[in-house]
Every structure is written in structure tokens, then in C-alpha cells.
């Protein structure tokens, strides 16, 4: 538990924070909408502190079209964890960066601990804004078809209407796995000098 | 004698041929056309592009129409010098501007000549220039929203036909008089023209090479002839420009008759370039003239200027920047080919293809044993000396001459209704193919550039008659495409045009397709009245003027309900506040006694509605937005 770590599993760890750095730079996940009046397709990027699309008018366009069955506008004034992600992100590598002169395996099972902690807080609030977006219509909305909700997927692809619509991490989710991969490469390797 | 009734009898007996070719209902050929790859050749899949764009000018409609090729499907017609009650152009606030003339509002031209501007010789698609005919005007459409964006008037001319052929690296766009008018205008009695009393202009309009915004340089004084079509030179011939003529014999009446009796008409050969010298060297004088400047800028109301005031030179005055090159008979089409040694006159009541040699011509002006004399202060040149060659019966009626960069030449003939190919040097013809019926110019992508992409030919015929489906009396006007890429010419199809083409130009659809504007960014709309959010919307009278700040966007417009009062003049500028490719409104209120305005997305256009009587005026969206658009309808309340 307090065994210092291997020159190259502290390399590692810092690896890690360096690409903790790069969510600030990339979106962490994409949602990609195709219809056939759209064969181009529109898009969205989530990213730790925006929102944006994935060219210049996606996101009005995105809005425009979800008016029809009364979903809420997508704003990123009105999605508060926008606001505090980027500082979760800071607290993570600070971590690991601490780890580098603090390097105890505890600190890598506290990291693991983190991202599991976050990486699930993150996921269920996206699902639960998937849902109030999909789910809390206007009831004036000009098309109501009854039972019909239009929550987007969390992860893989999903028809809605005339839309088929995408649901993937991006290169900033992708960098979030590959994290959590590393540092359980980290945990075993260093169990495994153990019993060697 | 003998031998030249002999050929009288076999022009006559091609004549009737020919005629009773018009006429003959069972002279549907091309039937066979079909046999081999024609049909693939041309056949477009659904969701695949065409190969080229190819702007053809609309003639009396005053348009110019797009089309693909080699499908042959129409994609677009742009107004330009005439009103366009799809799209409001003309109509509205923001391009009524745009038809201001010396003579008022004038909502129609005679749009013939569509050149793509030039670098080095090469299209490079930022702009389109065409003339109007009938009230002399140059128009420039932006080749990103395909829309026009200035009209010039051209001053001091009479029928703006040898127009607009530009320079080879869009320097100037060269105007020159069809109709001889007397310059200054004076009521001269039209007989003295005889008497050589009317003029004609060559008309030097200088193009912003950043902008493309024009304006006139020069005008240099010529004998009144009619001058018909112009190229200018490349490469060795960089600093001039052609110009055919016909009636040099100044007939007014009875041209047809008149102004055929002479056996050779001229080819004017322009140093544009030592004018340009001869002008910074104070040899032109302040003259006359008034003409608009109609600029219509990006998303913003079009303003009219109006300009008095032109440089005029004679060309005596400029010794050596005109020379007239005999050339046989009533020539139409000037040509300069890619390598800007040849310019081929299309002699249309000649047996032959003259063709002058330009540094047989550069030669001949040194030597001043080839002037035969001088007319209205510009040295005549004795034919031969700047000849370099002839292509012997070609045809009957050449026309119009267009080139493959390989080294051949394509000349349409109006009236054996046909097109030659002929190789440039040995004057030889190489090949001939029917065209359905009397061809005017032909056409080939960068044709007349230095430049060609000679893989598809446009035969722009004059008659139809029985190629479609007959519509009435007034039938389209029918284009054959070619294949031209092998040695023989090998008709493809043939598809039925709008308006009466005259001229056109093929362009590559890489050049153009890639930039062709979607929207316009709301952010960068500095419409004067542009509204870009609902919350701004709203009504501001002034006195008996009201106008309304309106957007559109899916779908509904903002003000919910507006109210006049009887006696008012309301301006309704309606801002379309989508940023989506294709996703357009129109606008229309009951009773509006102008067309739609047609919103592309971040567009603000302007229409006038005077409220005369009391009741409530339905308006609505007139283009199909959205699966509410017919939902898109609210009211206009007018009290007393």
C-alpha cells in the first residue's frame, strides 16, 4: 500500500496527468444526428466547459429542429456542472502530479478511486440530462406523439423520429478510459513486483 | 464564268438544302445517337455532380441560367438586368437600385455575352461579367452567391453588343457600339449617318482587381460601323483586343440590303495598353456623358450612383493604338486562340475563315506600304498582310469560333446549321457535325481562354421547332452537347434552354462549387435594418412611414400582429434569422402590390406595402421551411 513506485509506473502516473491537461483542449464526447434532410449530419461536442457544434450553427440548428417536439433549448448558461468541471479536472491532476513526489502506490488506488467516482457521478448526470431533455416536453410542442421521448443514447446509436442519432466519447473520453486504464496497469504491475 | 455560276448554283442549292432542312419534319436525325456510350456519357446518378457549371446568358430574358453539364439540368437563373418576381430582385428595397438608368427604372435588358473573369489568361472564377444590349450596361455576378452585385452603364453608346470581353488578366473590360449613334446625342437627322456623322465607342472599363468594382477609364472615338464581338489577346498579344464590324458602310435603313455590299468589313485592332499610356499622357478630353453606378453590396440595400463625366481620345491622337484588318464579310465572332497568335474573324456572308496572324500583323504595322489608307483617323492594312491563312468552304455562315488548346478550332456556321472542326496552321477541316437548328456561338469550357477544358461542346442554336414536345408557338431554345475529347465530334444530347443564349461559359465545377456561399452569417449582416433577434422585432412609425423590423425564422414571424393605419407607406424588412444551408422564408402580405421578398438564411430584404384600405391582411411565408410552414401566417390590421 505504501510501496514506492517504479521509475516507470511514476512516469506513468504523470503521463497521465499530462493528458488530464488535454480535456481542457479537446471535447470529451460527441452526439451526431442524421436525417435525411441532414445526410451531412449535425453535431454537438461536450466538452468540460462548452458546448459546441460541430460546425459553426450546428447547436441553433439543433435547437431549431427539437423546438417541433418541445424539447428545451441546449444552453450552456442553464448547465451548471459546465462551470465546475474544469476544477475536478485541476484537483485530478494535481494529484497526480503530486504522486510524483509523494509516489505510494496509495496514491494511484485514491486516483482509480477518483475517476471511478467521477467518471459514474459524470455519467449519470449526462444520462440525467439526456432524460430531461427527452423526456420534459413542452406540451405545447407542435409535434406530440403519445408515449414518444427523445433521449439521445449515453453510448452507441439510437433512432428518434427521422433522426438517427450517435452518442460517443470523443478524444478528451477517450484520454478520461486510457487514464483509468493506465492506472490500473500501474496497480498491477506494481502488485505483480510484490509477489515477484 | 462559268465555273463561278457553277458555285453560285451549288451556294444556292445548299441554301435550299439547308431551308428545306428547317422544314422538313423528317429530318430528325441524330436518332443513331443513342448507339454506343451517348446515354452514360451524360447520364448524371442520383446524389453524383456534374463535371462542369455553364453559365449561359438568357438573351431577351435578361438573365443568365446555370447549367450542369453534362446532365444538361438547369440549377439556377440569376436576374440581372431584369426584374425576377421569384426572388423579388427588382421589386425590392434592396435591388430595385440595381436597374437605374440615365433613363429611369428599367426593369429589362438583352443579356448576351457572359465572360468569367481572368488571371493570366486562366479562368479563376471570382466574377462574372455580361453585357446589356438594348440600354448599354455591364453587369459583374459574384461567383460565391452566384447573385449580381454591380451594373455599369456604359455612356456615349448605342446597343452595348461587343461586350463585356475582358483582358487577359481582367484588367479592362472592353464595351464597344453596336447601333452608331451620333456622340454627343444630338437630333442630328438619322440620314446624315451616311455621312459618317454618327459614332461608335470602344469603352474601356477598369476592374478592381481586389473588389471587382468597375468603373470607366477611357472611351476612344471610332467610325460609326457596327461593332459586333470582341476577344482580347494573350500571351504575345497580351496588349490588344479584336473587334469585328459590319455595315461599314453606315447604312441606316435597310441594313440588310445596305450593309452587305462590301466585300470585306474589318477586324479593329485595339493597343489597349499604349491607350492606357496615351490617356496618363493627357491625350484623352474631358467629355460628356451621364451613366449609374448600381453597386449591390453583400446583405445591405444596393446604391445607386450617378456619374458624369468621361475621358474621350481620338485615336489619331494615340498614333498606332488602332488598326483596321480587313476582313471578309460582316464578321461576327473575333477569337483569339489559346496561344494568342490567331484571331479568327467568323465572316458570316463569307465563303471562307479568315484568320490574321498576330505577328504577321505586328509585322505588317512596320511597314507603311501595307496601309491603304485611312479611315476616321485609323490606318487601314491591306488584308493579306496580317492574314495567316484561310480555311477554304468551310460552311455556310460562320459564325463563331472556340478552341481546344490542341491545337484545333471549332466554328459554328448559322446557316448550313453545323459545326466545323478545323486544325490551326494547315487550315484543314478535320470533322463536321450537324447542329438542330441554326446555331448561333458554340461553347466550350475555357474555350476562349488560354486555357480549355475541351471535353464537352454546347451548340447554342437560334430554331428548335421539332426537337420537344411542342408547347405553343413560343418553344424553348434547343442546345446540342458534344462529346470533343476523341478526333471526332460526337453529338451526346440535347436539352431545351431557357431565354435565347447567345454566348456562354463552361467552368469547371471545382473552381466554384467549393466556395459557393450557404448563408449569410447573421453576425456579419449590416443590413440597416436588419433585426437579428425576436426580442428586437418591432414597429417604428415615422409620421405616415412605418417600418417594421421583422424576423422569420421556423416558423413564425415577429411582430406577432401589425398594425397600420389607412394612408400609410410600410416598409417591411424582414430578417431570416436561420443559419442553415437551404433553409429559406419568403414573404407576402394580401394585397402587396410587389412580389415576395425570398430570406435566404441571415438575409434582411425590404418590401413596400401601402396600406390603402381598412381590414386585415393576411402575410405568410411563400417558401416551404418546415413541416409548420404552412402554419407560417399572421396579420396586418390597417384602421382608419
Not at chain 2, 66 to 81: A, D, E, N, T, W
Request: proline residues 6%; aromatic residues 12%; contains cysteine.
Amino acid at each position: 500500500m505504501f510501496q514506492k513506485l517504479s521509475t516507470t509506473n511514476r512516469f506513468l502516473v504523470f503521463l497521465v496527468g499530462t493528458m488530464l491537461i488535454l480535456l481542457y483542449f479537446l471535447p470529451l464526447w460527441s452526439i451526431h444526428l442524421v436525417a435525411p434532410q441532414y445526410p451531412e449530419g449535425l453535431g454537438m461536442y461536450i466538452w468540460m466547459s462548452k458546448i459546441t457544434g460541430h460546425s459553426a450553427h450546428d447547436l441553433q440548428n439543433i435547437n431549431l429542429l427539437n423546438h417541433y417536439v418541445g424539447m428545451d433549448k441546449i444552453i450552456e448558461s442553464s448547465i451548471p456542472e459546465l462551470r465546475f468541471m474544469p476544477y475536478i479536472a485541476g484537483f485530478m491532476i494535481f494529484g497526480a502530479m503530486f504522486t510524483l513526489f509523494y509516489d505510494r502506490l496509495l496514491m494511484v488506488y485514491l486516483g482509480i478511486l477518483n475517476f471511478f467516482l467521477v467518471g459514474a457521478a459524470g455519467l449519470w448526470d449526462f444520462w440525467r440530462w439526456e432524460y430531461n431533455y427527452g423526456h420534459h416536453l413542452n406540451p405545447d410542442a407542435p409535434i406530440s406523439i403519445p408515449g414518444m421521448t427523445y433521449q439521445p443514447p449515453l453510448i452507441g446509436c439510437k433512432q428518434l423520429l427521422n433522426i438517427t442519432s450517435c452518442s460517443w466519447p470523443h478524444w478528451g473520453g477517450a484520454f478520461l478510459f486510457l487514464s483509468v486504464l493506465l492506472l490500473g496497469y500501474v496497480v498491477w504491475s506494481e502488485r505483480r513486483k510484490n509477489r515477484g | 464564268m462559268k465555273s463561278a455560276s457553277k458555285s453560285y448554283i451549288l451556294f444556292s442549292l445548299l441554301l435550299l438544302s439547308s431551308l428545306f432542312a428547317l422544314s422538313c419534319g423528317k429530318s430528325r436525325q441524330g436518332g443513331d445517337v443513342l448507339a454506343g456510350d451517348a446515354a452514360q456519357r451524360v447520364y448524371v446518378a442520383p446524389g453524383q455532380k456534374d463535371e462542369f457549371y455553364w453559365f449561359m446568358s438568357g438573351g431577351f430574358s435578361g438573365h443568365v441560367a446555370v447549367y450542369g453539364i453534362p446532365s444538361g439540368r438547369l440549377f439556377k437563373q440569376i436576374p440581372v438586368f431584369s426584374v425576377y418576381p421569384e426572388n423579388g430582385y427588382g421589386f425590392d428595397e434592396e435591388t430595385k437600385n440595381m436597374l437605374m438608368t440615365t433613363h429611369g427604372f428599367i426593369p429589362w435588358d438583352d443579356a448576351h455575352h457572359p465572360e468569367i473573369s481572368l488571371t493570366k489568361g486562366v479562368q479563376d472564377g471570382r466574377w462574372l461579367f455580361i453585357n446589356g444590349n438594348n440600354t448599354p450596361r455591364i453587369a459583374r455576378l459574384d461567383l460565391k452567391t452566384f447573385d449580381t452585385a454591380e451594373i455599369l452603364e456604359i455612356p456615349n453608346s448605342g446597343g452595348n453588343h461587343a461586350s463585356p470581353f475582358l483582358t487577359e488578366n481582367t484588367e479592362y473590360l472592353m464595351a464597344a457600339t453596336r447601333f452608331a449613334v451620333p456622340v454627343p446625342q444630338q437630333a442630328i437627322p438619322v440620314e446624315s449617318a451616311a455621312d459618317g456623322k454618327f459614332k461608335g465607342t470602344i469603352t474601356m472599363v477598369k476592374v478592381d482587381p481586389q473588389t471587382g468594382r468597375m468603373g470607366i477609364d477611357l472611351q476612344v472615338l471610332v467610325p460609326g460601323f457596327d461593332y459586333d464581338i470582341a476577344h482580347c489577346g494573350k500571351g504575345p498579344s497580351h496588349d490588344w483586343c479584336f473587334f469585328t464590324t459590319y455595315n461599314t458602310e453606315q447604312a441606316y435603313k435597310m441594313l440588310e440590303i445596305e450593309a452587305s455590299k462590301n466585300d470585306k468589313d474589318y477586324i479593329l485592332a485595339f493597343n489597349w495598353a499604349l491607350a492606357q499610356h496615351c490617356l496618363s499622357q493627357g491625350k484623352a478630353k474631358d467629355f460628356s456623358g451621364t451613366y449609374y453606378d448600381n453597386f449591390h453590396p453583400e446583405n445591405k440595400p444596393a446604391v445607386s450612383e450617378k456619374r458624369s463625366g468621361v475621358k474621350l481620345m481620338n485615336p489619331a491622337d494615340c498614333p498606332g493604338v488602332m488598326y483596321f484588318l480587313p476582313t471578309p464579310k460582316s464578321p461576327h465572332g473575333a477569337d483569339v486562340d489559346p496561344t494568342g497568335e490567331y484571331i479568327v474573324g467568323g465572316g458570316k456572308l463569307a465563303t471562307v475563315i479568315p484568320v490574321h496572324s498576330f505577328s504577321k500583323f505586328q509585322k505588317a504595322i512596320q511597314d507603311k506600304s501595307n496601309i491603304l489608307k485611312e479611315v476616321g483617323g485609323i490606318p487601314v492594312l491591306k488584308y493579306e498582310s496580317t492574314l495567316g491563312g484561310e480555311v477554304q468552304k468551310p460552311c455556310l455562315g460562320p459564325l463563331h469560333t472556340e478552341f481546344d488548346g490542341k491545337g484545333n478550332a471549332y466554328t459554328s456556321c448559322f446557316v448550313s446549321s453545323e459545326i466545323v472542326k478545323w486544325k490551326i496552321g494547315s487550315w484543314e477541316i478535320l470533322d463536321r457535325v450537324p447542329a438542330y437548328y441554326s446555331i448561333g456561338h458554340l461553347s466550350i469550357a475555357g474555350g476562349d481562354s488560354a486555357q480549355p477544358s475541351a471535353k464537352y461542346m454546347i451548340a447554342l442554336n437560334k430554331i428548335t421547332k421539332d426537337r420537344y414536345l411542342p408547347v405553343g408557338p413560343e418553344v424553348p431554345q434547343s442546345a446540342q452537347l458534344y462529346d470533343i475529347s476523341g478526333s471526332k465530334m460526337k453529338m451526346l444530347s440535347d436539352f431545351p434552354t431557357v431565354g435565347e443564349p447567345h454566348y456562354a461559359q463552361g467552368v469547371p465545377a471545382a473552381l466554384l462549387a467549393d466556395k459557393a456561399q450557404k448563408i449569410y452569417e447573421l453576425d456579419k449582416n449590416d443590413h440597416p435594418f436588419a433585426t437579428k433577434t425576436e426580442e428586437e422585432a418591432k414597429v417604428v412609425r415615422d409620421g405616415k412611414v412605418v417600418h417594421v423590423y421583422m424576423t422569420a425564422i421556423r416558423s413564425h414571424f415577429k411582430p406577432d400582429v401589425v398594425e397600420l393605419k389607412v394612408g400609410d407607406t410600410a416598409f417591411f424588412h424582414v430578417t431570416s434569422l436561420e443559419q442553415d444551408y437551404d433553409i429559406d422564408h419568403g414573404f407576402a402580405i394580401e394585397g402587396m402590390t410587389v412580389p415576395n421578398a425570398l430570406l435566404m438564411p441571415g438575409e434582411t430584404k425590404t418590401v413596400r406595402f401601402d396600406a390603402t384600405t381598412e381590414g386585415v391582411y393576411p402575410f405568410y411565408c411563400t417558401d416551404f421551411c418546415s413541416a409548420l410552414h404552412q402554419e407560417m401566417q399572421q396579420y396586418v390590421r390597417v384602421t382608419k
